[in-house]
């Protein structure tokens, strides 16, 4: 399938929750045949430049990105979803856009929301909690020692390395979104309907039917079903939506052919990519776009950026 992907736009580094260096994860996109990578980490540009920079040295074109975290407490969904948000990379010097952007996600992750996590968690799975899981309570530390950008990854490795946890399903009752401990991050909608109209960015609501896929597997995680992504994508058309990743490695072919069903009545540009954390279970190289559809997204990108 690799040979039929020129873009690769959706992947993770160390900045986030991903097992490659910014480095590494551009020196293995080119090593899967892959032409264009799109560096889009949780919350966080840290890890753009060191990628723009290994772009240059392995001759493959670097796309900067981040992937925004947006929160919903609904009678029908609590939870987040995921907008991916691109924008060309001489914005990193405009430090009035670097500012504006860090600002906007800070308020959707960061120490506060990790320490409410944990609270919730011993609340009802700590020793003296309403349902004992684990063997003592679980402290900030524990998940700060993985990484100062928490994510629900930093919350399973925790569970599995210092807990013992090792049944999936058990790590997913604790933290998923069904859970009574869970409280979902990211920013408010009203805070990324600001941020898609006053930057220039590229928004793409990210893997919209991977909560969706059947089975188990990393893709699916504790995403909500295509239906409930549904009934909130009028939110993200009125906030200026520009597109849709389709091509996912989480996405069955019955939910592609409607996404693009949604993407054509809207006018939506087609995105794809990988999600790549790590090599195993989420890997570099399995999805993305030809370099047609590439093309137009860049055009769309460019247009963006001279209307600013």
Known sequence: ??????????????????????ELMVLKAKQAGISVVGITDHDTLDGIDKALDAGKKHHIQVVSGVEVSVRFKRSFFTGTLHLLCYFMPDMLEKQAFVDHLNHGMAQGRGEKLVRARVAEINRYFGPS???PVLFRDMTY???????????????????????????????????????????????DMSKAVELIKSLPVLSVLAHP????FPGKGHYREVLPPFETVEKLLPEFLDAGLHGLEINYPGHTEIHKARLFEVADRYNLIVTGGS??????????GVEGIDQNTFRVFKEKLDSIKKMS
């Open 275 to 284: 999600d790549c954390h790590d090599a195993v279970d989420r890997p570099p």
């Open 129 to 131: 909690g309403e349902q």
């Open 141 to 187: 530390g524990d998940i700060a020692r993985y990484s100062a950008n928490a994510t629900r990854r930093h919350f399973s490795l925790a569970l599995n390395d210092l807990f013992k946890i090792k049944d999936r399903d058990l790590i997913n009752s604790i933290i998923g979104n069904s859970s009574r401990a869970y409280l979902p991050s990211g920013i």
């Open 209 to 212: 039917a991977a909560g969706s």
């Open 1 to 22: 399938m690799t040979d039929l992907i020129y873009a690769d736009l959706h992947n993770h580094t160390t900045a986030s929750d991903g097992e490659f260096t910014p």
